[in-house]
């Protein structure tokens, strides 16, 4: 089992810059692919980006390749998302979970270990 504790999120305007940490607990998180997921007021939980245990391979949606950079640092067991040059519709509450299956998946339902997510607000 892993557990997952999200940070850094906030308010930001347009064309600026946060970035999320996300610490696990566990003796899984090292040798599992990780995941960013983001869910909007009204919306489903949506498919951010991914990045294999040795961050050998990264995945990005659309909406966000070359604005969000996934990375991870197994020795203090925390995956970060850089997230630049940010828009309003980024605003969502943004979650980190461990993939249980070895493909890249982009379906929350491959992911566990939620956290409580951090909100991520971003105005015009």
């Known amino acids: 089992q892993v557990q997952l504790v999200e940070s850094g999120g906030g308010l930001v305007q347009a064309g600026g810059s946060l970035r999320l940490s996300c610490a696990a607990s566990g003796r899984t998180f090292s040798s599992s692919a990780m995941g960013w997921f983001r869910q909007a007021p009204g919306k489903g939980r949506e498919f951010v980006a991914r990045i294999s245990w040795r961050s050998i391979r990264t995945y990005y949606a659309d909406s966000v390749k070359g604005r969000f950079t996934i990375s991870r640092d197994n020795a203090k067991s925390t995956v970060y998302l850089q997230m630049n040059n940010l828009v309003p519709e980024d605003t969502a509450v943004y979650y980190c979970?461990?993939?249980?299956?070895?493909?890249?998946?982009?379906?929350?339902?491959?992911?566990?270990?939620w956290g409580q997510g951090t909100q991520v607000t971003v105005s015009s």
């Open positions: 979970a461990r993939s249980k299956v070895n493909v890249p998946s982009t379906n929350f339902w491959d992911y566990d270990g």
